[in-house]
T-cell receptor, first 112, second 113 residues
Framework: NTKITQSPRYLILGRANKSLECEQH?????MYWYKQSAEKPPELMFL???????RNETVPSRFIPECPDSSKLLLHISAVDPEDSAVYFC????????????FGHGTKLSVL | GDSVTQKQGQVTLSEDDFLFINCTYS??????LLWYVQYPGQGPQLLLK?????NKGISRGFEATYDKGTTSFHLQKASVQESDSAVYFC????????????FGAGTKLTIKP
């Protein structure tokens, strides 16, 4: 799926700060960050609609989302914890009420 | 709150076998029901969805029926192929707008050649 691109694909961190990037080329209004731990379903972290943050699930404050424009999404991570090791997926949908999410390939974060 | 239950963590079949993955849900309304499939190294993708307007969803040989009586939404396929090996998530979403998708735990399907 090249319509939603995420970078980097793999990330290995100590306690450094890093940002994950996502860009969608589908013209969708809604963009999401999901966290998927091993052998688990994806869990919603944040939801943006037309650049506005409208859902903020219970996420540690070291995760800060940013939506610089309607096609881009960033996730800033500071001082990662081992429990943060997971795959982070960006997703988008035409509207917030749409059940069909389009996921990127994800960023696999490994915390040392 | 809403919940989705998939009791089968793993299913192993041979090619051309019949597939049945169990899913039950709990909610106070009539949501839209979904099956997502996740192939190795990829994000999940919508396989099929069913609303209260249509009781059955069919896609790529897979089908699921919305059964309000038993609150079930089982996934079936008559004859599986090796390429169907993936993780299958049952899910639901309320129809209020701005509602998040509630995913089940997932069922890992392995098809032996």
């Amino acid at each position: 799926n090249t319509k939603i691109t995420q970078s980097p694909r793999y990330l290995i961190l100590g306690r450094a700060n890093k940002s994950l990037e996502c860009e969608q080329h589908l013209g969708h209004n809604a963009m999401y960050w999901y966290k998927q731990s091993a052998e688990k379903p994806p869990e919603l972290m944040f939801l943006y609609n037309l650049k506005q943050l409208i859902r903020n699930e219970t996420v540690p404050s070291r995760f800060i989302p940013e939506c610089p424009d309607s096609s881009k999404l960033l996730l800033h991570i500071s001082a990662v914890d081992p429990e943060d090791s997971a795959v982070y997926f960006c997703a988008s949908s035409p509207t917030v009420s749409n059940e069909r999410l389009f996921f990127g390939h994800g960023t696999k974060l490994s915390v040392l | 709150g809403d919940s989705v239950t998939q009791k089968q963590g793993q299913v192993t079949l041979s090619e051309d076998d019949f597939l049945f993955i169990n899913c039950t849900y709990s909610t106070t309304t009539y949501p839209t029901l979904l099956w997502y499939v996740q192939y190795p190294g990829q994000g999940p993708q919508l396989l099929l969805k069913v609303t209260t307007a249509n009781n059955k969803g069919i896609s790529r040989g897979f089908e699921a029926t919305y059964d309000k009586g038993t609150t079930s939404f089982h996934l079936q396929k008559a004859s599986v192929q090796e390429s169907d090996s993936a993780v299958y998530f049952c899910a639901l979403v309320e129809n209020y707008g701005n509602e998040k998708i509630t995913f089940g735990a997932g069922t890992k399907l392995t098809i032996k050649p």
